[in-house]
């Protein structure tokens, strides 16, 4: 899993509209956003990574931390390509059942895109 990264998509309803992912990303704080990207690129890189999980067949967790704050991407990986599925910040550990399951549904309805283009 870890080293088998080439790029990172964001998860779109077409393959060519606008993805829902990439602005639930820009909806999270800026230090929210430099963590993920931090880690998204180790992850590209080959890094080990502790801060990335299985959350369920094929669908992956990435976690950063600022402060007590948590964000999360929840993406899959479509050969040597991480897709990112949905961004959101959560004020727990806990993941919760509503996230996984709008992964869930959008890895059985969407496309993924290069974003922005």
Not at 42 to 59: H, N, Q
């Amino acid at each position: 899993m870890v080293g088998d990264c080439d790029d990172w998509l964001w998860w779109s309803t077409t393959a060519t509209g606008l993805p829902k992912s990439y602005p639930e990303f820009m909806k999270l704080n800026e230090a929210g956003q430099q963590a993920l990207l931090e880690q998204m690129d180790a992850f590209r890189r080959g890094e080990l990574l502790r801060s990335v999980s299985k959350i369920t067949k094929g669908i992956l967790e990435l976690r950063a931390n600022v402060g007590k704050n948590q964000f999360r991407i929840l993406f899959l990986m479509d050969r040597r390509v991480a897709v990112v599925l949905t961004a959101f910040a959560k004020k727990d550990q806990s993941l919760s059942k509503k996230d996984v399951e709008r992964a869930e549904s959008r890895v059985r309805t969407g496309h993924h895109i290069a974003w922005p283009q």
